[in-house]
């Protein structure tokens, strides 16, 4: 049995056998959300190995520090590239909590840091919804606009009728705000 700290440094150095490992024991795990979600076994396969590509560059990067396990990693990695490939696709497939999750991440919760169980996750969706409600009601609505009905700042702007160069200032100040309260 390899320990996963064996498998980090075969990653790191391009060796084969700790790719096999991952597609071994990370796979299925990884592309389960992608295949909950109509994704095919093609797409499965194109997004773990590009799931894999960003796991091995990181490793390789020596500021970066893995903090969850390899197969949590590739699953948040593959379940993001899917979500944004959807919402790029103007197929928007997510739930209210994978919403909120986006919205974590983007106020900087990183993805390799949120919960592996189910519990987890809940807890932390709990934490960021509270964090939400003490936003302002108009950050609420760019929040909104934002990460949970897909609009860009142009679309924001005319939804809005405000400049785009405001939108752009207040989105991230409400970022600010809501990275503020969840202490990050």
């Known amino acids: 049995m390899q320990k996963e700290s064996d498998i980090i440094v075969g990653l790191k150095n391009g060796e084969r056998f700790a790719f096999d490992w991952v597609y071994r024991h990370c796979f299925a795990k990884a592309t389960s ?28 990067d020596p ?56 519990a987890e996750q809940a807890e932390q969706i709990e934490q960021v919804k509270s964090a939400f409600s003490g936003l302002s009601s108009e950050c609420h609505q760019f929040l909104l606009l934002n990460y949970f009905e897909y609009k860009d700042d142009a679309e924001i702007a005319d939804t809005m009728n405000y400049s785009l160069e405001f939108v752009k200032v207040k989105r991230f100040r409400c970022l600010k705000k809501l990275k503020e309260i969840l202490g990050l």
């Open 33 to 60: 959300y992608l295949r909950q979600h109509r994704g095919s076994a093609q797409d499965a396969e194109d997004f773990f190995q590009e799931a894999l590509f960003v796991l091995v560059k990181k490793l390789r």
């Open 63 to 118: 500021e970066f520090e893995l903090t969850a396990s390899c197969s949590t990693f590739l699953y948040t990695v593959v379940r993001n590239l899917w979500l944004y490939h959807q919402r790029k696709a103007g197929r928007v497939i997510s739930t209210q909590e994978d919403q909120f999750l986006y919205l974590a991440e983007s106020a900087g919760m990183a993805y390799w840091q949120l919960g592996e169980e189910k």
